[in-house]
């Protein structure tokens, strides 16, 4: 038996719980989100917990017996029809991509409900679940399972939290501090960002309350069943949030104490290259530059000049070029460079000789990055991106490029400085020793957490007072108004008072002169 199993059955002697049942519903069809959720549910079901996971990626693997998965693959069509590559591009207003995200939100819930095994599970009066681990990336619906098995439930993101969710912990949330993940100001902001920060914080509020949370109520009704409490009470009511997040890079800010900060739960030891791919980088003379987008946004679709740019300047590089495209056939492309349509991105960049990594920064390209210890040119598209990239910058272990008005030669410039500056993978060692320095790792933590959450059948004793008061009281509305007007009122009383006081002397004056 090996150690680290003999290690985990301890822990479950210790703990001593049952075996529980626990059911999982990881609903974006995105690689990257769910190669954040995969190891939690099979390091539950390795625990002996009886593990379901409704997922569009499963993992299917014959030895974990105790894991059975649900494929919801089929909405990779939705969020391919909704063309999420392109409104999350950074052009587009916060406010749209919410909305946008909302709406193709709405099709992945529906056809989740829809799946006939997934309807065998919550239509049986008979089933039962001690934990309900539903993802969250902006929508509470799934977390209305929980009143449906009256089971606690567990949010979990594969990122950041978004506002509406922060706020339904209790987490303060100042817009002149912490913007959005999507709208990524931070920490500084100008006086300028923090009117967008704010109009955008009120516009969220309105929006959810008005709008998104009514329609994440009538769909979790109309599958689950009327009885269901309100939308808005279900989500306030979630025992924990998993969130993929480094205080380190994540601004540091005041959180409940159910948020739990897991990072690198994905990133394993390195295996292997297949044989392709390693004789490819190693018969490079000079080194290799890795380019890959993630899984998101597709390489063939990125904006034909850009394309070209990177091309030409690729092929004026030193070094071999690494390309995961996810087609046969790149027209024109350079010697150098060396297109898979996969690509085992964890094993390449422990390879030492890759010497930069260009990237869309998305969080779990990063992570693997500074796991492995590779410097990064960063090409922000999407989502997160941003603001992933202004985290990073300050470490001095990224190059970044607008891809808006990059230009050829500050391409080639940035990946050779990069490649040749010893500082940026100096830096990047140390920030891996900072992220790393934690008590336990991101996937004992998460699975500390979950069964904490089923020994104590939820944390309603570590619930925020925050979540419960009105807004106005929240932010003292109704204690200011009173102070406000209690000094007007003293102003316009001393007011009377003294020309009162005036009129009485003036009167004293005129009867003496008279
Ligand atoms: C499945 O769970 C049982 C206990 O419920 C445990 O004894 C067994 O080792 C587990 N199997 C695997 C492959 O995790
Ligand atoms: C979805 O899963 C089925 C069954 O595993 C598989 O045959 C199919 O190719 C998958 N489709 C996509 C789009 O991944
Ligand atoms: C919140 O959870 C408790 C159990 O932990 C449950 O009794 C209650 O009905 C839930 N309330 C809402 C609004 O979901
Ligand atoms: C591209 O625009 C950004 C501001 O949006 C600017 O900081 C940067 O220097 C520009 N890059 C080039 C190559 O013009």
Known sequence: MSTKLCFLLLIFYISGIRCARILCVFQMPAVSHQATFQPIAKALSLRGHEVISVTPRPI????????????????????LGHGFEFFMSKENTVQYKIQKIFAMYYEIAEAIFENKEFKAI???????FDLIIAQIYISPTMFALSNKFDAPVIGISSMGGWIGTHYAIGNPNPPSLYSEMFLHYNGDLTFYERIKSTLYFIWSRFYLHFVAIPKCDSIARKY?????PYMADIERNVSAL????????YTPRPMVPTVVPLSFIHVNKPKPLPQDVKNEIESSENGVVYFSLGSNVKSMNIPERVRRILMDAFKELPYKVLWKFEKEFLPGK?????????????DILAHPKVKVFVTQCGLQSTEEAIDREIPLVGIPFIADQELNVKKLK?????????YLNTTKEELIEAIIDVAENPIYKENMKKLKKLLKD???????????????VIRHKGTR??????????????????????????????VVLLIRLLNCIKNKLTKKAKIKTK
Request: aromatic share 10%; proline share 8%; net charge negative.
């Open 334 to 346: 350079p010697d150098n460079v060396v297109i898979r349509k996969w690509l085992p991105q964890q």
């Open 242 to 249: 998993f969130l993929n997040i480094n205080p380190v890079l």
């Open 224 to 228: 689950l069943g009327d009885d269901l």
């Open 438 to 452: 934690e008590p336990m790792t991101g996937l004992e933590k998460a699975v500390w957490w979950a069964e904490y």
């Open 60 to 79: 299917n693997d014959p030895t974990l017996t105790n894991l059975t998965e649900i494929n919801t693959n089929k909405t990779y069509d939705i969020i």
């Open 461 to 490: 004793h570590l619930r925020s007072p925050t979540v419960d008061i009105p807004w106005y009281q929240y932010f003292l509305l109704d204690v200011l108004v009173v102070i406000l007007l209690t000094i007007l009122l003293t």
């Open 394 to 402: 300050p470490h001095g272990v990224i190059r970044v490029i607008d």
């Open 122 to 128: 919550y239509q049986n009066p008979q089933e039962k």
